[in-house]
């Protein structure tokens, strides 16, 4: 098992409706040595691409790309906002994403001043289960015209489709723990083999 397997072994909990509850060290109470390990891997998994710009949604995907970028040198990381903030000057890209925990549509949105044609994105979530949030900022990047150069997520659900459909696009997907199997009523894991 890897460091990220070991704690989710360790530390998370198996919901009803096949979640995976993991608020003591990422999505509630953050483990900042744990995501330090998890920057530094994807580090390791994406040195030879040319990032120049992590792009993530709120707002659980902002501590994994603060701590990834943290490990490429003088890379911004751009999140994905859920509603129009008063704060945005201007004009915005957007997609629909359906949210996975909540059932319901959001419109994400990201100010054009901080994606353009140049950029070599690396795009970073917590979760991939069903895809709606990656499809939803692929989207966002194409419509900025700027390169996906990679795509890496700390969790995914092997048994939800959405690793499949992601890696139909041709993109290096790395995904730092997959989940095969979820066993509700005796909380155990089953974990998909990764080179
Ligand atoms: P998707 O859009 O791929 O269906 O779901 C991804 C988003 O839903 C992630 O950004 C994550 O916040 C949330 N999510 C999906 N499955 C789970 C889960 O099992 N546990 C938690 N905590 N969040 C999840």
Not at 106 to 129: G, P, Y
């Amino acid at each position: 098992m890897n460091f990220l397997e070991e704690k989710i072994v360790r530390d998370a909990t198996i919901k009803e409706g096949n979640i995976l509850k993991v608020d003591n060290f990422l999505n509630h109470q953050i483990d900042m040595n744990f995501l330090d390990e998890i920057g530094k891997e994807f580090k390791r998994r994406f040195a030879n691409k040319p990032i120049n710009k992590i792009v993530t949604i709120e707002s659980s995907g902002i501590a994994i790309a603060v701590a990834t970028a943290k490990y490429f040198s003088n890379v911004p990381v751009v999140f994905a906002k859920k509603q129009k903030s008063v704060n945005i000057n201007g004009e915005v890209y957007k997609a629909e994403v359906e949210s996975f925990t909540h059932k319901t549509i959001n419109t994400v949105i990201v100010s054009k001043q901080f994606i353009n044609e140049q950029d070599n994105v690396l795009i970073i979530d917590d979760f991939l289960a069903n895809g709606y949030a990656m499809k939803g900022l692929i989207e966002i990047i194409q419509q900025a015209n700027a390169t996906i150069s990679g795509i890496g997520i700390a969790i995914e659900k092997g048994f939800q489709p959405g690793g499949k459909l992601i890696r139909k696009y041709g993109y290096q997907v790395e995904s730092l723990a997959i989940l095969e199997e979820m066993d509700c009523e005796n909380n155990q894991i089953l974990f998909a083999k990764q080179s």
